[in-house]
């Protein structure tokens, strides 16, 4: 199930919320949290249950038997123990073919490439399970003594299959102490409201523009054209950010309704002036991850500079391969690990100076994302390397009477997807309450509280317009 | 501020708060009501795309373990969600709004290239067919011919249920309309036609198959239908959207039927369509020419089958009022509401009545030729012409019995060419080879010399999988 289906808002969270609202008691609030996120989980096909089930059994007995062992080597083992497992079942299910692939095209062998279905939301609630036992491990946080707590905080349906990496800590007393005011309601409303109609509306519509002006079929490489390709990658840019933050708007949407209060995951990315800025400000649950139980633990910076960058090298390799099992992924991952180490050496510095030399670490930095999403498209070599040709009319004609119609005809759409992007609107929202209040001008005042408690229905109401009549509705995160 | 107004602003705050979380509970609220409680109020059908809506699926073991049956559980839910139809028109109108919506050239063709007529017809210089019929002993007009049998369906086994005398109000809601390619220049929606020769190629044997199949017994006509394009647009346009010159793509095609059989009487509508380019001869918002252009087409039909075709203003016109065709439904241009098509017809003079086969070829129904759709959807007035895409159709003329018998063979654009044949037989059979498996020639050999019409519009045999079809009833 996804959250943008009209199944998911209306016979899933509507009685959800419905009955979690006629319940008084914490506990019993979250029995109906878990039962509808194993429904939840399960409606993608049931059989992969057991597998979170497994793995949140197994990190949760580890984290126990963490919490009764002295440090020492036993400890160290329940840790390698949780890692191997964890790690390895990653590997097997999302990562056997494309070893399997590659071991066949070196050695021939195996022959046939086993077809392994990668369970939806594995690589999310995986590291939010070894997040969990290596923070007890680290004594960051106390060990949950019952297992369907643990169950719940990696099957919650708010952030099980598109994340963000929900740390056990940033929820663990709110799982048993939370209240719930009318703020916490209507900012989840509003926020999951918004998250909605960026994925319902913009970014499926974005996704329409890319799909057909950056094609992702070998037939469709026949027609394409300079122009169209660099508006439908920058549809691209804009649909990969509107639907990813989307989702995780709406799960912290969902979270704050509840009562849980989940960290932000991203914080407009493309304002970024660097590419380390960009990736402060990008899916900053797994930057975040990948830095505090690989980075570091490996040494980080504090080994020298050699050891410095082999380590960003491993981070980086881990990035790319952690979103898909293809070499394109990785050599994304190495692609931003050449830019970052770069701004590490010289260039960091030199963008900072002045005010000319941000706006060209704008640019610049939007230019690298812009390619680095050309990369991350296209998983046959051969579209990506026709598609970069094209980008730069070599191989085909850069003028496109598609591209010029598509602009056209979507201009408004284009740039209020742009205005999406961009932190505008939370200005201007801010900005004339804040300036409305100090100039007691109360009428005014009132008249932004109407939109702001008529909006989300709105919203809600024009996503599902555009679910309806609209089939197209992509998930991206089933590679994950 | 003193403290009493902040304490009633925040009181207010909060009620705002409140109102927020009321409203969108309502909203959630009424989606609950209409998705899981008002199951009758869910659509079969919608008219709007023309097309059956998905069926909650049956449950199975398997399909369930591995996910397909809670899948598509969530597609039916989507898809047959109650309001669906306006919610749709609603979002069309947004969508509308998206941009400085007028022009969509998103297409140039792309296709095969035309083989060299000129290289082609010379290989075959001795053998170039002739626009004229050759020597037409007999019009169907003047020929003794004996009365045939009551006309039976194509199917071998008797269906179970006898004619009924159903209407075939139905099938107006079931039959998919189709487009490729479009681009959309003044509000007006144009086919931008590719070029497939395999699809030629196969179509020329086939139709040449028939040719020599039914030597002697049938005359055999071939009318192929140039796209809206190639007859409303600009040269200038043309060489942007880098259309073909389908003129030279009609010439290839006749010439590869004309290599299989010299049976095969070509009947050239394209000149006598392109003189009179100016009148209202293709739907603006459908792939399908309209009546006058079919008219035009049945001119010419007449000129080389030896008829006499009635004049326009002898027939009854049939306004069936706004229509928005499959390039504004299927293809999504929802601009084209602002420039709509007025779907007219013209009642034969003879009879209207016809029965046909749906596509189950189950249950015969019985319907009119032209119809007066103004009380349908806007959608489907197209379907109006002989109650649009079906296996089998078959008409009777009442004051005729000199058994003559005409057998069109056609596509949807056949549906509103065949209405003005049936005042020139005596039984009008019509066959939609997308839906018909059986014979052409054992059909063809129940009558007595009929006329054949291959009736088809160049960008609907530009198929292989459709001209595998068309091969289906040839052999």
């Not at chain 1, 949290?33 to 949140?56: Q, R, T």
């Amino acid at each position: 199930m996804v959250f943008s289906s009209l199944l998911f808002i209306f016979a899933f969270l509507a009685p959800q919320l419905l009955i979690y609202f006629l319940i008084k008691k914490q506990q019993t609030r979250n029995i109906v949290l878990l039962a509808f996120s194993l429904v939840f989980y399960a409606w993608g096909g049931p059989v992969y249950l057991i597998l979170l089930l497994l793995e949140a059994f197994t990190s949760w007995l580890t984290a126990r038997e963490l919490s009764r062992t002295p440090y020492g080597k036993m400890k160290k083992a329940w840790l390698v123990l949780e890692c191997t497992v964890m790690i390895g079942l990653i590997f097997v299910f999302k990562y056997t073919g494309f070893f399997a692939w590659n071991l066949q095209k070196i050695f021939g062998w195996p022959k046939v490439i086993p077809e392994i279905v990668l369970p939806i939301g594995i690589s999310f609630y995986t590291f939010q399970l070894l997040s969990y036992v290596i923070d007890v491990y680290r004594g960051e946080v106390e060990a949950q003594p019952r297992f369907w707590k643990i169950l719940l905080y990696a099957s919650l349906f708010h952030q099980c299959i598109a994340g963000p990496i929900v740390r056990y800590k940033t929820v663990a007393d709110e799982i048993d102490n939370r209240e719930i005011t009318a703020k916490d309601v209507s900012e989840g409303v509003r926020r999951f409201a918004v998250g909605l109609a960026k994925k319902a509306i913009l970014a499926n519509g974005c996704a329409q523009i890319a799909d057909k002006l950056a094609p992702l079929t070998a037939d469709g490489m026949s027609g394409i054209h300079g122009a169209g390709l660099w508006l439908g990658m920058f549809a691209y840019m804009l649909q990969i950010y509107l639907d990813f933050s989307a989702y995780s708007d709406m799960a912290i949407g969902m979270g704050r309704m509840v009562g849980f209060h989940y960290l932000e995951n991203f914080d407009y990315p493309y304002t970024a002036g660097t590419v380390q800025d960009f990736w402060r400000r990008w899916h900053i649950s797994l930057s975040t991850f990948f830095r505090d139980y690989v980075y570091i633990p490996l040494g980080g910076n504090r080994k020298g500079q050699g050891r410095t960058y082999l380590n960003l090298f491993i981070v980086w390799g881990l990035t790319g391969l952690w979103h898909g099992a293809s070499w394109n992924y990785i050599l994304w991952g190495l692609y931003y690990f050449i830019f970052l180490s770069i701004e590490r050496l010289f260039l960091g510095e030199i963008l900072k100076k002045n005010m000319i030399t941000k706006i060209i670490g704008h640019i610049y930095t939007l230019l690298v994302v812009f390619f680095g999403w050309v990369l991350f498209r296209y998983t046959d070599s051969a579209m990506l390397f026709e598609v970069l040709k094209g980008l730069f009319g070599i191989g085909h004609s850069f003028a496109s009477l598609e591209a010029g119609s598509v602009f056209m005809n979507n201009i408004f759409f284009l740039v209020l997807a742009v205005v999406g992007v961009f932190p505008l609107g939370k200005k201007l929202r801010t900005l004339l309450r804040r300036e409305t209040w100090r100039s007691k001008q109360l009428v005014l005042f009132n008249t932004l509280n109407v939109i702001d408690a008529v909006v989300p229905a709105g919203l809600v109401i024009l996503s599902v317009l555009a679910l309806v009549g609209n089939s197209y509705n992509p998930f991206l995160y089933f590679q994950f | 501020m003193d403290n009493e107004t902040v304490q009633k602003q925040k009181r207010l705050n909060l009620f705002f708060r409140t109102l927020g979380i009321m409203l969108f509970s309502l909203v959630l609220f009424v989606g609950f009501v209409l998705g899981c409680v008002l199951f009758p109020m869910r659509p079969e059908e919608s008219v709007l795309e023309n097309r059956k809506l998905t069926k909650f699926p049956k449950f199975t073991a398997d399909s369930f373990l591995s996910g397909e049956y809670t899948s598509q559980v969530s597609t039916w839910f989507a898809d047959t969600f109650p309001l669906r139809e306006t919610m749709v028109k609603a979002e069309w109108g947004i969508q509308n709004k998206y941009g400085l919506r007028r022009d969509a050239i998103n297409n140039v063709a792309d296709g095969d290239d035309v083989p060299d007529i000129d290289e082609l017809l010379s290989s075959i210089e001795e053998e170039t067919p002739q626009e004229e019929p050759e020597t037409v002993t007999e019009t169907a007009e003047t020929s003794s011919q004996e009365a045939t049998e009551p006309t039976e369906p194509p199917t071998t086994e008797e269906p179970e249920t006898v004619p009924e005398s159903v209407d075939g109000e139905e099938m107006y809601r079931m039959n998919p309309q189709e487009a490729g390619a479009v681009n959309v220049k003044d509000l007006v929606g144009y086919c931008v036609y590719g070029f497939n020769r395999k699809a030629a190629d196969e179509y020329a044997v086939h139709v040449g198959a028939m040719g020599e199949a039914l030597k002697g017994k049938a005359r055999v006509f071939e009318l192929l239908i140039p796209n809206n394009s190639a007859i409303l647009l600009d040269d200038a346009t043309k060489a942007e959207w880098k259309l073909l010159d389908e003129r030279k793509v009609i010439q290839y095609f006749t010439a590869m039927t004309y290599q299989q059989s010299k049976e095969v009487k070509y009947v050239n509508i394209y000149d006598i369509l392109a003189e009179h380019s100016s009148e209202y001869l293709y739907f603006k918002t459908d792939h399908h020419w309209t009546q006058l252009g079919a008219y035009y087409a049945y001119v010419k039909y007449c000129e080389e089958a030896g008829l006499t075709p009635h004049e326009l203003s002898e027939y009854t016109e049939v306004d069936s009022g706004p229509f928005l065709g499959s390039y504004y439904k299927t293809n999504g241009y929802a601009q084209l509401a602002e420039n709509p098509d007025e779907c007219i017809g013209y009642e034969p003079i003879a009879t209207n009545d016809f029965t046909f086969y749906d596509r189950d070829q189950d249950k015969m129904r019985t319907g009119k030729l032209v119809r007066n759709m103004s009380e349908y959807d806007v959608a489907v007035k197209y379907q109006g012409f002989i109650s649009g895409d079906t296996a089998y159709s078959e008409a009777h003329n009442p004051n005729l019995s000199d058994g003559s018998c005409c057998i069109v063979v056609k596509e949807s654009f056949g549906n509103c060419f065949v209405p003005f044949l049936i005042d020139h037989y005596e039984t009008l059979i019509v066959i939609d080879y997308r839906y018909n498996t059986n014979s052409l020639v054992e059909l063809a050999n129940r009558y007595n010399a009929p006329d054949i019409i291959f009736c088809n519009n160049l960008e609907a045999i530009s198929d292989l999988y459709v001209m595998s079809q068309l091969g289906g009833i040839c052999y």
